[in-house]
């Protein structure tokens, strides 16, 4: 699709729920696409590698997009996670969490969609999965789920877990300007280059998030 033509999809609702629904029925972009967003510049940078063969906790969240209410605009939905938790505290997240014994890992990011930001699951469409990463730091092997509400849903942060609730353009993300670099000290102290996307002043939307969603821009 030319650069003209993924703006325009990237700002219909519609057309973006055609779009993601033959595309994700193909081969996906995968860990190539992935990988451009991954911090560091290591041989496999984290997140990158294949969640096959890790002894790693199974996980499932939801990329859930709907239509802004006058303009149609596709919204993505993502959470700014409370400070105090044990895992990936204060970043940029998309509601998700650890799968249970008895459910599928696409019952486990609508459950988890439910439990954080309140989002009934009979108004969720599930598109289809993108590619699985795994995260070293948490040793989570992360399963994202696209799926579409029409109309806006109604959601609520839980508070214990939840900061805010970012409701994001799609077309935003798409845009030249939101995609920066920045060196970072991480976790041991390393001093890593990390890319992220800045977008109207809000928190920065990197690492695993991040990665999800280069693959998910890379549909247009």
Same mark, same amino acid.
């Given at each position: 699709m030319s650069a003209a033509g993924?703006?325009?999809?990237?700002?219909?609702?519609?057309?973006?729920?055609?779009?993601?629904?033959?595309?994700?029925?193909?081969?996906?972009?995968?860990?190539?696409?992935?990988?451009?967003?991954?911090?560091?510049?290591?041989?496999?940078?984290?997140?990158?590698?294949?969640?096959e063969g890790n002894d790693c906790r199974e996980a499932g969240v939801l990329v859930l997009l709907y239509p802004q209410q006058q303009s149609r605009r596709p919204m993505l939905v993502l959470t700014e996670r409370r400070a105090h938790l044990d895992d990936h505290a204060g970043q940029v997240s998309f509601p998700g969490g650890q799968r249970e014994a008895s459910e599928s890992l696409q019952q486990t990011a609508l459950r988890e969609a439910h439990e954080e930001i309140a989002l009934a699951r009979e108004?969720? !469409?599930?598109?289809?999965? $993108? /590619? +699985?990463?795994?995260?070293?730091?948490?040793?989570?092997?992360?399963? @994202?789920?696209?799926?579409?509400? !029409?109309?806006?849903?109604? $959601? /609520? +942060?839980?508070?214990?877990?939840?900061?805010?609730?970012?409701?994001? @353009?799609?077309?935003?993300?798409?845009?030249?300007?939101?995609?920066?670099?920045?060196r970072w000290t991480l976790s041991g102290g390393r001093s890593v280059e990390v890319p992220f996307y800045d977008v109207d002043g809000r928190p920065p939307i990197w690492g695993a998030t991040s990665m999800i969603l280069a693959e998910l821009l890379a549909l247009f």
């Open positions: 993924a703006s325009e999809t990237a700002n219909d609702f519609a057309a973006t729920v055609r779009r993601l629904r033959r595309r994700l029925a193909e081969e996906l972009p995968g860990r190539a696409a992935q990988a451009r967003l991954a911090p560091g510049s290591r041989a496999t940078p984290p997140g990158a590698a294949s969640p108004t969720v !469409e599930v598109l289809g999965p $993108l /590619t +699985p990463l795994y995260i070293p730091p948490s040793n989570y092997c992360v399963h @994202p789920f696209v799926g579409v509400a !029409e109309p806006a849903p109604s $959601l /609520t +942060p839980a508070d214990a877990e939840v900061a805010a609730l970012l409701h994001v @353009p799609l077309a935003d993300l798409r845009a030249p300007e939101a995609l920066t670099r920045e």
